[in-house]
């Protein structure tokens, strides 16, 4: 084994890393045979994707990691398949080409697949760009999904169900955020003070998204109490009636329910935002007194 063959060691060692349960009889093979194979893929993948320029110790690993244990790997090696996976890793890694070829020749794919769904209230192009986003980025830190893209099949196909299944589960919940933020929308916070309007223009984002998450993550009894008392007026004796407890009963679920909601939504600001500590505390501190004041405006 000589020079000559460092594709196929650099492929034979990212197969074995991928697996190590896996049996390693037959893997090695004619190793001559293996380089030529993956010599003539890699040439074959850079002419289908002449723009993209992804070196081989980059690529050869990305490959070996995505063929399953249960094909032979020789087998796995598919013209179609590699020039697929070739896209999928320069995309995963960020080339600038990759991400532009992408855009010119299978986002239009995303986008027709993405037209037949009921929107709703999001447009096509923001929805498109989110899905786009998450495919070729990700979230959190998280790998983007076109890292899971394991060459057994069609990058197309498998383009067109990812997006379809992730904007169904973002529209899913944007919907759900709209239903909570209309039932109790006079909890918004909002205020003329001139102190918490500056804490809104700088923290807009993360306040809405804070407390809309505390709002949802309320049990269903927190935020009926909540919105019979601020929207539809009911006080503690009505309450007590409606609900068949001591009116003192009433009154602590209902303070328990408005301090659940503001600790929910200190705490999500709290995550959310990279701030020195007294600046933090005077954050939350007008939280705090927003949403009491709200609460009271509305009560």
């Not at 109490?225 to 609900?243: C, N, P, V, W």
């Not at 679920?253 to 600790?263: G, K, M, P, V, Y």
Request: hydrophobic fraction near 45%; glycine fraction near 6%.
């Amino acid at each position: 084994m000589g020079d000559g063959s460092a594709l196929a060691r650099c492929f034979l060692s990212a197969w074995r890393a991928a697996r190590p349960e896996a049996p390693a009889e037959g893997i090695e093979g004619d190793l001559d045979s293996l380089e030529a194979a993956l010599a003539s893929l890699l040439a074959e993948a850079r002419a289908a994707w002449a723009p993209v320029k992804i070196e081989p110790d980059v690529f050869i690993p990305y490959l070996a990691a995505r063929i399953g244990a249960d094909v032979p790997w020789m087998r796995a090696l598919s013209p179609r398949a590699c020039t697929d996976l070739y896209l999928a890793c320069a995309c995963a890694h960020g080339d600038k080409a990759a991400l532009t070829t992408f855009d010119k020749t299978l986002l239009r794919d995303v986008t027709a697949a993405l037209s037949r769904i009921d929107l709703g209230s999001t447009t096509l192009e923001d929805l498109r760009d989110r899905i786009r986003h998450r495919i070729l980025i990700g979230e959190g830190g998280a790998l983007p999904r076109i890292a899971e893209f394991t060459g057994r099949g069609d990058l197309r196909g498998w383009l067109r169900v990812v997006a379809v299944r992730e904007a169904l589960g973002l529209l899913r919940k944007q919907k759900r955020e709209e239903r909570a933020h209309l039932e109790l929308a006079h909890l918004d916070p909002a205020s003329g003070d001139p102190e918490l309007a500056r804490i809104e223009q700088l923290y807009r984002e993360e306040f809405q998204s804070a407390f809309r998450e505390a709002l949802a993550a309320l049990s269903p009894r927190e935020r009926n109490l909540l919105r019979q008392h601020y929207q539809q007026g009911l006080g503690i004796d009505q309450l007590s009636a409606l609900y068949d407890i001591h009116r003192a009963t009433a009154a602590r679920w209902l303070a328990r329910a408005r301090e659940t909601l503001a600790s929910g939504t200190r705490q999500r600001m709290r995550e959310r935002l990279q701030v020195e500590r007294g600046e933090l505390d005077d954050i939350l501190r007008l939280i705090q007194s927003r949403l009491e004041i709200t609460l009271r405006s509305q009560g």
